[in-house]
């Protein structure tokens, strides 16, 4: 389902979209079931979101839970993926390039959002903070850079 291209945005000719190289590892569960309603970003005090994480991967959350702060990786699957300039009010005026925006239509609709650890439930974690749409396939999930602190030994030139 793409979304209807506005006067004056500009596409380009891409090859028939291809995610193999991806593994999806779970499945977003979010209030949002259409864009209308979907927030342009999360907040950290949004509604409560789940993220369900598949088999085997659910055995790769041992340790997640002494986190405050995730970040997520998800694919937005309902995006299009040839738009070279957007305009993002629709108004026709300011066009901006797709590289100069946090819009969903990108060549790699790859999303990305700092969410609040409220609790994890088995195989699901209970978040805040997420801005995508109800079954967004899941890429990858990580501690908070800011909370992180590297456990393998350090390298030589590293502080
Ligand atoms: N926080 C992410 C980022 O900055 O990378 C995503 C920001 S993007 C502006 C969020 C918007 O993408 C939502 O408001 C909704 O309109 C759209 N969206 C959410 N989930 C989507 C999906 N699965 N496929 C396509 N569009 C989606």
């Known amino acids: 389902m ?13 090859a028939e979209p291809r995610d193999a ?24 005090d949004g509604p409560e979101c789940r993220i369900e994480v598949f088999p085997p991967w659910d055995r790769a959350l041992e340790g997640i ?3 405050g702060r995730l970040e997520i990786l998800y694919w937005l699957d309902r995006s299009r993926r040839d738009l070279i300039r957007q305009n ?5 005026t300011r066009f901006f390039g797709t590289f100069a925006l946090r819009s969903p ?3 790699n609709p790859i999303g990305t959002a700092l ?3 409220e ?3 088995g195989n699901v974690l209970v978040v805040r903070g997420l801005d995508c749409l109800n079954g967004t396939p899941l890429i990858d999930i990580k501690p908070d850079r800011c909370e992180f602190t590297p456990k393998a030994p ?3 030139g590293s502080e």
């Open 154 to 156: 350090d390298k030589p």
């Open 2 to 14: 793409q979304s209807r291209l506005r006067p004056g945005e500009e596409t380009t000719d891409t």
């Open 65 to 67: 839970e002494t986190y």
């Open 105 to 107: 239509q990108r060549p």
């Open 88 to 92: 993002p009010k629709g108004d026709g």
């Open 115 to 117: 969410v609040r650890l």
């Open 119 to 121: 609790r994890v439930e």
């Open 21 to 44: 190289a991806l593994h999806f590892i779970g499945r977003i569960h979010t209030p949002w079931d259409s864009r209308e309603f979907c927030p342009r970003q999360g907040k950290q």
